[in-house]
C-alpha cells in the first residue's frame, strides 16, 4: 500500500532563511508525488508535481522539490522565505488510476 | 470565477441530524472527489466520481451518500449525524477520468460541526 510520511509536523523558520520540508514515501512503481499547500481557511492548492524526468521540479511561488529515488524522498524547498509562506504542507503519492495518499502535513511558521 | 465551489462554508448542526454539502465545478473537469479533514488536519478521501460514475468508495460508513446529478456537480449527503462526522469537508476536481497524476483543485471547504 502507498504510503506518505512527513517527519516533521511544525517547522518554524525566519523571514529570509531557506526552507526544506521533508517527504517520505512508499509506492511500489513510479510514483506519482505532490506538494499542496493550504493557507489557513483555504482549500489545498498545488506547488508542484513530479513523475518522470528532471529529479529537480520547480514549482510556483519559488519553491522546487528534489526526487531521490534511492532515499524515497520527495523534499520541497525554497532559498528564501516569505511571511506569506506561512502555511500547512502537504505531499502526496500516487500512481496510475489509484487514489492519491496524502501526508500528515507540515506547518510551516514564519517569524520576522 | 470560482472553479470550485462548496456550500455551505459552515455548517453546525446536532447529533442525528441529516445534512447535505454541495459542490460545483466550472473547469470542466470529469472527475471529482470528496475528502475529509480531521482536527490534526489528516486529509483522507472518501469518495472519486469520474463523469457521474463512482470510482473511489474508500470505507466509508453508509451514512454517507455521495450524488453525482452531472459531471459538474458532487453533493454529499450525511445521514444520522454523529460528533465523530465533525470535520472539515473539501471537494476537489481533476481533468481526466480519475488519473493519479492528474492536478487536483480543491473548493475553500465546508467546516461541519456536530453538537
Known amino acids: 500500500a502507498q504510503s506518505v510520511t512527513q517527519p516533521d509536523i511544525h517547522i518554524t523558520v525566519s523571514e529570509g532563511a531557506s526552507l526544506e520540508l521533508r517527504c517520505n514515501y512508499s509506492y511500489g512503481a513510479t510514483p506519482y508525488l505532490f506538494w499542496y499547500v493550504q493557507s489557513p481557511g483555504q482549500g489545498l492548492q498545488l506547488l508542484l508535481k513530479y513523475f518522470s524526468g528532471d529529479t529537480l521540479v520547480q514549482g510556483i511561488k519559488g519553491f522546487e522539490a528534489e526526487f531521490k529515488r534511492s532515499q524515497s524522498s520527495f523534499n520541497l524547498r525554497k532559498p528564501s522565505v516569505h511571511w506569506s509562506d506561512a502555511a500547512e504542507y502537504f505531499c502526496a503519492v500516487g500512481g496510475g488510476y489509484q487514489k492519491v495518499t496524502f501526508g500528515t502535513g507540515t506547518k510551516l511558521q514564519v517569524i520576522p | ?115
Open chain 2, 1 to 115: 470565477d470560482t472553479a470550485v465551489s462548496q456550500t455551505p462554508k459552515y455548517l453546525v448542526t446536532q447529533m442525528g441530524n441529516d445534512k447535505s454539502i454541495k459542490c460545483e465545478q466550472n473547469l470542466g473537469h470529469d472527475t471529482m472527489y470528496w475528502y475529509k479533514q480531521d482536527s490534526k488536519k489528516f486529509l483522507k478521501i472518501m469518495f472519486s466520481y469520474n463523469n457521474k460514475e463512482l470510482i473511489i468508495n474508500e470505507t466509508v460508513p453508509n451514512r454517507f451518500s455521495p450524488k453525482s446529478p452531472d459531471k459538474a456537480h458532487l453533493n454529499l449527503h450525511i445521514n444520522s449525524l454523529e460528533l465523530g462526522d465533525s470535520a472539515v469537508y473539501f471537494c476537489a476536481s481533476s481533468q481526466r477520468g480519475g488519473r493519479a497524476g492528474d492536478t487536483q483543485y480543491f473548493g475553500p471547504g465546508t467546516r461541519l460541526t456536530v453538537l
